[in-house]
């Protein structure tokens, strides 16, 4: 299983509610659980496992709830599976069914994180509306300084400084798995958005959400730029 949600193997199933992570006001409208799974193909596997991972994953109690990022610059995975899992999931000992993946890929890590409600998600990362080939994405991960996880919180959730692009904002905070404990992912409706408001920031004044106040807080990050490859639209 590509997300491997189902079926990592604890010695036996336990709960994960979302209420786990409601910590700041800044996440208080965390109402579901996600699962992330960041994918590297194998050498020559990049289109094969593409293939692979959009395929609706039908032991998942929402098997079309999902989204896959298909990296174009920045970090060192391929593919990011976005897998909207609702308030709560199961994880059992049960075998895995799409063990085809496991030889396309050369590695993998799965983080369970709270997030919005699969509505907002769809809303904000533009599914259902503009055609994927149209859309641009930054995917970011942190981990705060030491004693600073509200600072970054708060800096990742300020209000977009540009007044002339319209963006899709998601802000998921980690639960259990992966080294980061925020993730952040911005859609842009065209690469003359991402170019534009890019040179808007570089000439703003400092501000909250910006680049120093980020950098205050922030003890790692990772951004890349992505592209949509599932849903199409």
Known sequence: MRSAVMCIVF???????????????????????????????APGQAAALAK??????????????FLVL???????????????LGPKTEITVAPSTRTAERDLRAWHTDTFVTGP???????????????ASNVVYIVGVHRPVP??????SKSLNAAPASTKVQTGNIFLQHVEGSEWSFMTITRYNSWQD????????????????????IRQHSAFHRD???????PVR
């Open 11 to 41: 010695g036996l199933g336990f709960v994960i509610t979302s209420a786990v992570s409601a910590q700041t006001a800044a996440t208080a409208s965390a109402t579901d659980l996600y699962h992330v799974h960041f994918v590297k193909a």
């Open 52 to 65: 692979a991972i959009v395929v609706p994953d039908k032991t998942q109690p929402m098997p079309e709830h």
């Open 70 to 84: 298909r990296h174009q610059e920045g970090d060192d995975w391929d593919y990011a599976v976005i897998q909207h």
């Open 117 to 131: 409600s699969w509505a907002e998600f769809t809303k904000q990362m533009a599914i259902g509306g503009a055609a």
């Open 147 to 152: 004693g600073h996880g509200d600072q970054l």
């Open 194 to 213: 991402v170019a534009a408001e890019r040179t808007e920031a570089a000439a703003a004044a400092p501000a909250a959400g910006g680049w120093a106040d």
């Open 224 to 230: 890349t730029i992505a592209d949509r490859i599932f």
